[in-house]
């Protein structure tokens, strides 16, 4: 997508909350979240009644153990909880120094780490009846562009890893999917916000491929003003069909 595109649906007027509200819209989230929550809108209709359980740089071990110390001290004040799950990106990248590279390129270590995490998540939450989760997708991110956003003299050499995260992505969410299904919840997709298809000629490729408009990041992680508006009307547009009648 494009920027015009972006604000061009977010010109367009939100759907009428319904009066009754069921259950507490919570984001339990890293810095991501921290970026949707800095584009609230004072009194909208959702997002005014959403909690925001978002920790920068938190992994989804961190944000697990950060849960089952809080979650029965936080509960009486929640009544019936909506709990949406948006970690995982500072599980598949670490960082050294100011720069990231891939955590593990050679296996599925770290979506096996995160699914552990996220079941663990899951099974805390259905302990409690009034509370229901939804694991968000994961939107894909650039190695590259963070690493020339934090000045790296050659982030061109993370290429491969870039295409190794692109697939661990995927895979990831896919298992996000089936995770969702079980509990008959649906998660939005994010990545597809970003890419566009271009067409390239036979003789230089044989396929058209899809490209991902990381100019929408402000430093191939995090998403720009823009992006984060819109990301924050599609999971509140969520929040709405799950936690209102």
Known sequence: ???????????????????????TPILLSDSKGIRLRDQVIANHPVTRHTRWWCDSGASTQRQYLWLKRNLDRQFPNTGTAWIYVWLGTCDLTQKDKKYIAIRSPESDTSIETILEYIQKIIDLIKEHPGCKVTILEIPVYSIVSWNKHSGHKNPEKFTEQDSQLENQIYKLNGQIRQLNTQLGVYSPQFTTDLQYHRKVKKDTHPKNRNYFNFDLYVDGIHPCRTLARYWLRKISTQMRRDCWS
């Open 1 to 23: 997508m494009s920027l015009t595109k972006l604000q061009k649906f977010l010109n367009k007027p939100e759907p009428p909350t319904p009066n009754n509200i069921n259950y």
